[in-house]
C-alpha cells in the first residue's frame, strides 16, 4: 500500500515517515498543497495524511476538491487545530478521521489501520508461495513457523514478486511501485534490493527461487525442495 502525507514541517514529515516506513508502508512525503496535487494526479494512494496548515494554502481546501470530484481515497486529517468546531469542519469537509498533534506514533498506525481495512488489500488472503507465507494486512512473512524478518523495502519488493509467482516481474514495474514520489528507485538499486532479500531467505526451507530473467526482470518460482 502506498500512503501520501502532506505535512509543511521537515522535522514532522521525517518523523511521520519513520514511523509509517517501519511498519511496512510505503510513504510519499510533500510539503505543499500544489505539490500534493500533483502526486495524487499522478500515482494511486490508499491514504492521505494531511495537515491542514500550510505554506500555499489550506487542507480543507484540498479535501474539498478530493470529495467534489468523488474521489474516494481515505484522508486522515493531521492538524494542531484542536477546537470542536475545527474537527467538526474537517469532518465535513471529507475527512475520514482527525488527529490533533502532539499525537502518539502507536495512535497514529492505529488510526492507519483501520482507515486501511476498507481497502480491497488489506482483506485479501495470506499469500502462499512453496513454503512461504505472507499476510498483506499485517505484513508478517512466516516459513513452516518461522517468522522472517525483513526491512520495510524488502517485504514490499517481497509482496510484489508473490502476487506475481510463476509469472516475469519486469523491473521496471519494480522499479516504479517501489520508488516514493520524485524519488525514483534506480535499476542498480534494485538489483541490490533483491540480492538482500535472497541472502535473507536462503537460510529458511522456503521452496522458493527468485530469478533473474536478464534484460527483463524477475521471476519467483516454486522449486519444490
Not at 496535487?37 to 495537515?51: F, G, I, R, T
Not at 489550506?58 to 478530493?66: K, S
Not at 498533534?101 to 508461495?129: S, T, W, Y
Request: charged fraction near 30%; glycine fraction near 8%.
Amino acid at each position: 500500500m502506498r500512503l501520501l502525507l502532506v505535512e509543511d514541517s521537515a522535522r514532522l514529515r521525517d518523523l511521520v515517515g519513520e514511523t509509517v516506513r517501519g511498519a511496512g508502508w510505503r510513504l510519499d512525503a510533500v510539503g505543499r498543497l500544489t505539490d500534493a496535487e500533483e502526486a495524487l494526479a499522478s500515482l494511486h494512494y490508499d491514504l492521505v495524511l494531511l495537515d491542514l496548515g500550510l505554506p500555499d494554502g489550506d487542507g480543507t481546501d484540498l479535501l474539498r476538491r478530493l470529495r467534489r470530484r468523488r474521489d474516494p481515497t481515505p484522508v486522515l486529517v493531521l492538524t494542531a487545530r484542536a477546537t470542536i468546531d475545527e474537527r467538526i469542519t474537517g469532518l465535513d469537509s471529507g475527512a475520514d478521521d482527525y488527529l490533533t498533534k502532539p499525537f502518539n506514533n502507536g495512535e497514529l498506525l492505529a488510526r492507519i489501520r483501520a482507515l486501511l481495512r476498507r481497502a480491497p488489500l488489506a482483506v485479501d488472503p495470506v499469500l502462499e508461495a512453496g513454503a512461504l507465507r505472507f499476510d498483506p494486512a499485517t505484513h508478517e512473512i512466516g516459513c513452516r513457523g518461522e517468522t522472517i524478518c525483513l526491512a520495510p523495502r524488502e517485504r514490499a519488493a517481497l509482496e510484489i514478486l508473490m502476487r506475481n509467482a510463476g509469472r516475469v516481474t519486469f523491473k521496471r514495474g519494480l522499479e516504479e511501485k517501489l520508488s516514493e514520489y520524485d524519488a525514483e528507485v534506480s535499476a542498480n538499486a534494485i538489483e541490490v534490493l533483491l540480492s538482500r532479500l535472497r541472502r535473507k531467505l536462503a537460510p529458511h526451507p522456503t521452496q522458493v527461487a527468485i530469478e533473474t530473467v536478464r534484460g527483463v526482470g524477475y521471476l519467483l518460482r516454486e522449486t519444490g525442495a
